[in-house]
Every structure is written in C-alpha cells, then in structure tokens.
C-alpha cells in the first residue's frame, strides 16, 4: 500500500491527508512539530467557557462552492458575520473604510459632500485599493484619500509590516479597500462564520480516519522512515536547509488578558491605525457568543520572526522575498515525490478557504 506523509496538521495537511485517506484509500502518517492539530487556527475553551483564537481572530469566508461543500464535512457554522471596528482619533467607526465611516469621522456637510463626490467617481458598491483611491485628481477626493491612508493604513501598516503601505506588494493593502457602499461587514462572500464547536474540532474530524495516523510533538527533521510521497506544509526554505537564505515571515505577540466583567470592548476585533504599539485587540467571547462573567482579550503585536525565539506567521509579499521562494521552488521540481502547499510550503499569504482549495486542486492534479 503506498505511503504518503504529511508534514503539518493544520488545514492544508489536514484536507489533503483526509482527502489521499477517504478518496485514495491510501495510509497518511500525519506528523506536526507542535502540540496540537490545526495549525494557525487552533482554538481551544479555557477556564471561563470561551472559544480563545490562540493564534488570533480566524473567520472562515469564502466564495468557494468546492471549499464549501468540503467544509461543511466536518463542521457546522454558525451565521457570524465579521465586522471590524477602528478608533481613529479616539471616534470608534467602521473598517473597511465606507460611506459610513466618512459620517463618523468628519462633520456632515463636509461627509455628505465627499459622499456625492465619491459616488460620482466610482460605482455604489465597488472597492478600490488605497494606492489606486490616492490617484485621484478632485481636490476633495485628494483630501479624503490623504485622510485614509495615513488615519487607517500608514501607522497600522508600519506597525505590522515594519514597511510603509507603499513597500508592501499592493495585494496586502487591497485586502482592506475602500468599500463605496454602507455594508458595514469585512468580509462580502457568500459563505461566512465560525464553526460551532471551533476550529480543532473540524480538523479533528477531518483527521479522524482509518486510514490517518496522526503523530504530535514531532519535527520532520527528527522523522526516519521511508515514504512513497511528502506532502510539506512547513516552510519551504527549512526543507531545503536554508541553502539560499531564510525567506523572512513577520510574527505576531499575542498578549492576553483576562477581565473581571462581561465585555471589554464593543466589538470582537478593534483595530488601532493610529495610537499604540499594538495593531488591534481581539474579544474572543463574541465569536460563539460564549457566556461568562469574565472576558478574555489579545492585544496583538507584530515583530519579525526569527527561528528559535517566535513562530512563522505572515509570509512577506514583495519581490525579492518570492525571487528567494522561486529558487527554492526550482529545487521543489526536481524532487519528484515531494509536494509543498499551505501559507508555508507555498510562501503565500492564503486565508483557510485559499489553504484549502490549494490542497484540494493538488489532490485533483495527483490524481
Ligand atoms: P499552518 O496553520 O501554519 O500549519 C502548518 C503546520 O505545519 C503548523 O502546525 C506547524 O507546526 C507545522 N510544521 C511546520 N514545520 C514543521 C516541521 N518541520 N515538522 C512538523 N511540523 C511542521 N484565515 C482566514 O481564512 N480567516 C481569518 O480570519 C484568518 N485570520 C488570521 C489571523 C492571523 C493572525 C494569522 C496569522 C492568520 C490568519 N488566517 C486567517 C490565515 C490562516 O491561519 C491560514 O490560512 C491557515 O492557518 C493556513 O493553514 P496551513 O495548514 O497552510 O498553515
Ligand atoms: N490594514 C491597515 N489598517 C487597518 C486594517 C488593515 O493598514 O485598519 C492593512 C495592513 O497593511 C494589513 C492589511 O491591510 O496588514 C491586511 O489587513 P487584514 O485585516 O486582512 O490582515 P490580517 O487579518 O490577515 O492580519
């Protein structure tokens, strides 16, 4: 029977594990380096009752019908709908930046002004990068822009980034446009929410099967034994020893804290563009609408990974980063029984939904 190994049990090893096992018939020995299953989006319920993020915030979105459909396998949703909240100078209002956002931040003549101008220059509803906003010519639509970027994008991002919004590859911004309509919610696709009983507990089940063997606590460079094909979701320049170089990630700081009263704040996640060290603060109770007299909060600081003293978190879009990947990638080719994926394996900045979907096209392809 042939042997495959998947290194990594968070959602990329987890879906093409379950997916070799269940449709293959095939025997997947899954091994992870940490503690847990589920990678970055592990949870788990502490002592007061509430679901913590121990990674931070993770929202499942997607438009995917193919990622939907295989989800929905190992969990329920429920109907959460991700809004964010931003204080810019001391006034808590909405993110992405909307047409709400210019009634909470300047005075109405001037908000309703800017509104019309907005909706005159770009359709009702269509969302604009904040490096494609700044390029416009009306001195109003100038002002606003120069509000933006520097009140939403340019402190939040230096924090995150250690770079301003224009040294970071444009897709990092674009995440977060400028949304021309009053939809108050981060995220616009289809299918949204958080898994009833949490992240892990999908992963469990989608690692739950005959087939998988799942082994924690064990680093592949420690692994003997042969295998007939690797599945590597870990970081692909650790693979190759870092014979070109280390591909630089950025790394988070999770402080958490735990208060003595239901709420702490209005909102799961309230971002900081402007005031403090930290980028936002998470509320996990929010998220399954867990019920306690206490709160649990993270205050989230970026800062560099570097190997031996945090974790690899954000790969880092910018050209000479993926030059670096691509060499590591010509490597991946000539090895032909060696397959990376994942936000590690692939060095791309994926959500849950574009890990998935990654494991399941490459599943398709082997096939
Ligand atoms: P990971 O989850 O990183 O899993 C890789 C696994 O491989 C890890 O468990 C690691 O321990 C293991 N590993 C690595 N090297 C080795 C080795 N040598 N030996 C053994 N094991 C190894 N996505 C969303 O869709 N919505 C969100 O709201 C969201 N919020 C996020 C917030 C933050 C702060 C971060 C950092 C990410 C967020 N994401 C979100 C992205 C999401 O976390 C990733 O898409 C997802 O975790 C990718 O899964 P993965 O399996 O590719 O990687
Ligand atoms: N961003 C910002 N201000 C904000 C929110 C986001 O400048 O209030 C920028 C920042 O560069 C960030 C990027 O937009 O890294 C993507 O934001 P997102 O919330 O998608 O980041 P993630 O949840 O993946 O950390």
């Excluded at 120069?146 to 991002?157: A, G, I, S």
């Excluded at 897709?171 to 995220?187: E, K, L």
Aim: aromatic letters at 16%; charged letters at 30%; proline letters at 3%.
């Amino acid at each position: 029977m042939v042997k495959n190994l998947v290194v990594g049990a968070g959602f990329s090893g987890a879906a093409i594990a379950n997916l070799i096992a269940d449709k293959s018939d095939e025997k997947v020995l899954v091994i992870d380096k940490k503690e847990h299953i589920a990678g970055n989006s592990y949870d788990y319920t502490d002592e007061n009752g509430i679901k913590i993020h121990k990674y931070g915030s993770h929202i499942f979105h997607t438009n995917n019908e193919k990622v939907w459909q295989f989800i929905k396998q190992f969990t329920d949703f429920n109907t959460y709908m991700h809004q964010v909240v931003a204080v810019i100078d001391g006034i808590e209002t909405t993110i992405p930046f909307n047409i709400n956002t210019l009634y909470d931040v300047f005075p109405h003549t001037l908000a309703k002004r800017l509104e019309e101008k907005l909706l005159k220059a770009f359709e009702y509803n269509s969302k604009v990068p904040i490096l494609e906003f700044q390029k416009q010519a009306d001195a109003d639509l100038k002002f606003l822009a120069k509000y933006v970027y520097e009140k939403v994008f340019l402190h939040y991002t230096n924090k995150q980034w250690g770079n301003t919004p224009d040294e970071v590859d444009s897709a990092v911004t674009a995440r977060v446009p400028v949304y021309i309509s009053c939809d108050n919610r981060y995220f616009q696709d289809k299918y949204q929410g958080i898994p009833l009983y949490g992240y892990t507990k999908a992963v469990e089940k989608m690692l739950r099967h005959p087939n998988i063997e799942v082994k924690l606590n064990t680093d592949y460079k420690n692994l003997s034994g042969e295998f007939d094909r690797i599945f590597y979701t870990g970081s692909i320049d650790e693979f190759f020893d870092y014979k070109f170089g280390q591909l630089p990630y950025r790394s988070v700081n999770f402080k958490l804290e735990t208060h003595d009263k239901e709420y702490y704040q209005c909102n799961s996640v309230v971002n900081y563009p402007c005031n403090y060290d930290f980028t936002r603060i998470h509320e996990y109770k929010y998220y399954l609408d867990d019920k306690s007299d206490k709160t649990v909060i993270a205050k989230e600081y970026s800062e560099a990974f570097e190997i031996g003293k945090n974790e690899r978190y954000y790969p880092i879009p910018k050209e000479e980063n993926i030059a670096l990947y691509n060499k590591y990638l010509e490597e991946a080719k000539k090895l032909n029984n060696v397959y990376f994926l994942g936000r590690l394996g692939d060095y791309k900045y994926y959500n849950m939904d574009q890990a998935i979907e990654r494991a399941i096209d490459l599943f398709e392809e082997l096939k």
